[in-house]
């Protein structure tokens, strides 16, 4: 968790704005930090969280958040935590062995044109699922109950790299939208990676799928590295884009920053403030 | 047409809003504004869910705006009983609308016709509008813009806060660049730059020494003497040039 991104977001585990659809979109750098802080924010916060892991094992993101001061197998064994690891679980579909079914939600892997409807039941399931596994306790004595749900996911453009249309994806994140942001009240952070060089034709692409989402979303993070360049104090620039829904205040409001990403943490300055040169 | 459509002196058509997505205050607007014009609204609600359009609209005549919900349950994938993508046909539409006795005073809300673009073909979307049209006035609002409009007008119009709406002039307030007087160099000088008539002709009639003029022309080019165009040439030792040995440095 970031406390300077945390202020720029103004969020806080204590207090966080709910049904939130937020994405952010990854250029010419490597913007998984964002992942995990949401991750370790959302579980500090002590929210169940759906993670679809797609890119990374399980126990990568685990290394990574105990140096954010999370541990996710705790999390995990609560039933905090219900993670797809898409690496392992693909394995099972595309080698399949006797007695070892892989799980449903990626049975899109067999026929990409069927749809991410298993996903999105396996997204219901778990975010809509009983709030604590069985034996679990808190201190009075009954269920752990945690708060509003919320569903990751890193990252969309595996999906589409897999076979699935861009249209598959935007129902997709259209359902979570409306099952996890509007019914449940709970937050929903998606990652999509864009290729700049990426070059399929005006229809397909992360291009037009990023579009699309960011008609659906309440807040963008447009994560990009320098254009100059590699630096090494200054490892990208984020734009944070919000769309605010309510009635009242409808505007868009547009703040830029350049991050640089520590071993426990990101730091974030504005344009050429860079602690590098002040 | 704007104006038109808010005083309700139209006989129907379709109008079609490109947007982009946190604009959708118009489509409280719109409704709003048919609202006034006395007739039954139906909104099919694809990106905006019903709680979020009732939250805009506050205060609604209940009996005549019809929300069909087809934000939850779009696709049919948890099997509710809300409208689908799939919904979107002739037949369907049209038991739909007769709700109302009369199916001229009916107008039909759809947020966003990208939606349904995405599942239904594009033909089936055209004809089944083009049906409609005749009995219906249509909005469709569509965030995504994939299609040309055949005809543009362009609109200016401000909301007020009680949802009023006020159309402005069409062409936005473009300020008359006032003409600059040109500064005259000449004006605050302590001496003459200006020339009077008589100087000014002098000074036209001045040939330069070296341009062209018709008798310099001709005893150039047209009185060529004798030998006078020949060119004599005389090389000399520095003008030996030898293609092998350019530089006349080797030892050959």
């Known amino acids: 968790?970031?406390?300077?991104?945390?202020?720029?977001?103004?969020?806080?585990?204590?207090?966080?704005?709910?049904?939130?659809?937020?994405?952010?979109?990854?250029?010419?750098?490597?913007?998984?930090?964002?992942?995990?802080?949401?991750?370790?924010?959302?579980?500090?916060?002590?929210?169940?969280?759906?993670?679809?892991?797609?890119?990374?094992?399980?126990?990568?993101?685990?290394?990574?958040?105990?140096?954010?001061?999370?541990?996710?197998?705790?999390?995990?064994?609560?039933?905090?935590?219900?993670?797809?690891?898409?690496?392992?679980?693909?394995?099972?579909?595309?080698?399949?062995?006797?007695?070892?079914?892989?799980?449903?939600?990626l049975n899109f892997l067999g026929?990409?044109?069927?749809?991410?409807?298993?996903?999105?039941?396996?997204?219901?399931s778990s975010c809509s699922g009983p709030s604590g596994a069985l034996g679990c306790t808190d201190r009075s004595g009954g269920p752990e109950e945690w708060g509003p749900p919320v569903l990751l996911v890193d990252d969309l453009g595996v999906l589409l790299s897999l076979g699935v249309s861009v249209g598959t994806v935007l129902d997709f994140s259209h359902y979570c939208r409306a099952t996890v942001c509007s019914r449940l009240q709970g937050n929903v952070v998606m990652l999509l990676h864009c290729d700049e060089e990426e070059d399929d034709g005006d229809d397909e692409g992360a291009e037009q799928l990023l579009k699309g989402l960011t008609h659906q979303c309440s807040l963008t993070l447009h994560v990009q590295g320098l254009p100059t360049g590699y630096c090494?104090?200054?490892?990208?620039?984020?734009?944070?884009?919000?769309?605010?829904?309510?009635?009242?205040?409808?505007?868009?409001?547009?703040?830029?920053?350049?991050?640089?990403?520590?071993?426990?943490?990101?730091?974030?300055?504005?344009?050429?403030?860079?602690?590098?040169?002040? | 047409m704007l104006l038109e459509i808010l005083q309700g002196n139209d006989s129907g058509g379709f109008l079609l809003i490109k947007g982009i997505r946190h604009v959708w205050v118009h489509l409280f607007i719109i409704t709003c504004a048919l609202l006034f014009r006395d007739e039954?609204?139906?909104?099919?609600?694809?990106?905006?869910?019903?709680?979020?359009?009732?939250?805009?609209?506050?205060?609604?005549?209940?009996?005549?705006?019809?929300?069909?919900?087809?934000?939850e349950d779009p696709l049919g994938w948890t099997n509710s009983t809300s409208f689908t993508a799939q919904h979107f046909?002739?037949?369907?539409?049209?038991?739909?609308?007769?709700?109302?006795?009369?199916?001229?005073?009916?107008?039909?809300?759809?947020?966003?016709?990208?939606?349904?673009?995405?599942?239904?073909?594009?033909?089936?979307?055209?004809?089944?509008?083009?049906?409609?049209?005749?009995?219906?006035?249509?909005?469709?609002?569509?965030?995504?813009?994939?299609?040309?409009?055949i005809f543009q007008q362009e609109h200016s119009f401000r909301i007020d806060e009680d949802l009023t709406i006020t159309v402005l002039n069409k062409t936005p307030n473009i300020e008359s660049?006032?003409?600059?007087?040109?500064?005259?160099?000449?004006?605050?000088?302590?001496?003459?730059?200006?020339?009077?008539?008589?100087?000014r002709e002098a000074k036209e009639k001045l040939l330069l020494p070296f341009m062209f003029s018709k008798d310099n022309t001709e005893k150039l080019l047209l009185h060529s003497g004798s030998g006078s165009g020949r060119i004599l040439y005389e090389p000399d030792a520095s003008d030996d040039y030898d293609q092998e040995d350019p530089d006349d440095d080797l030892d050959v």
């Not at chain 1, 026929?111 to 219901?124: A, S």
């Not at chain 1, 490892?235 to 829904?245: A, F, I, K, L």
């Not at chain 2, 073909?121 to 089944?128: A, F, L, Q």
């Open chain 1, 111 to 124: 026929d990409p044109t069927k749809g991410l409807q298993d996903l999105f039941q396996f997204v219901r």
């Open chain 2, 40 to 71: 039954d609204v139906h909104v099919i609600l694809f990106e905006v869910s019903e709680q979020e359009l009732k939250d805009g609209l506050k205060e609604i005549p209940s009996q005549k705006l019809h929300i069909h919900n087809a934000y």
């Open chain 1, 1 to 105: 968790m970031f406390a300077e991104l945390n202020s720029i977001l103004n969020t806080f585990p204590d207090k966080f704005s709910q049904e939130e659809f937020i994405i952010i979109s990854e250029r010419r750098c490597d913007a998984s930090f964002l992942i995990h802080h949401f991750l370790s924010f959302y579980l500090r916060a002590r929210c169940k969280v759906c993670f679809l892991g797609l890119v990374q094992s399980f126990s990568h993101y685990n290394a990574v958040s105990q140096r954010l001061g999370v541990n996710l197998v705790q999390a995990k064994e609560k039933g905090q935590l219900v993670f797809l690891e898409g690496l392992q679980e693909s394995l099972s579909h595309l080698v399949p062995q006797e007695g070892q079914a892989g799980s449903e939600a």
């Open chain 1, 232 to 278: 090494r104090d200054i490892h990208g620039q984020m734009e944070v884009c919000w769309r605010r829904q309510q009635a009242d205040e409808q505007h868009t409001l547009n703040k830029l920053f350049q991050y640089k990403v520590h071993d426990k943490g990101a730091s974030f300055f504005a344009r050429g403030t860079s602690s590098a040169f002040l």
């Open chain 2, 89 to 149: 046909s002739l037949n369907y539409l049209t038991q739909m609308l007769k709700l109302n006795p009369q199916p001229k005073a009916t107008t039909l809300v759809i947020d966003s016709l990208s939606w349904i673009l995405r599942h239904v073909s594009t033909t089936n979307v055209c004809s089944t509008l083009h049906q409609l049209k005749k009995e219906l006035f249509w909005v469709c609002f569509m965030p995504i813009c994939i299609r040309e409009c």
């Open chain 2, 177 to 199: 660049v006032p003409e600059e007087h040109q500064m005259d160099p000449t004006a605050n000088l302590t001496f003459n730059l200006r020339l009077s008539d008589k100087e």
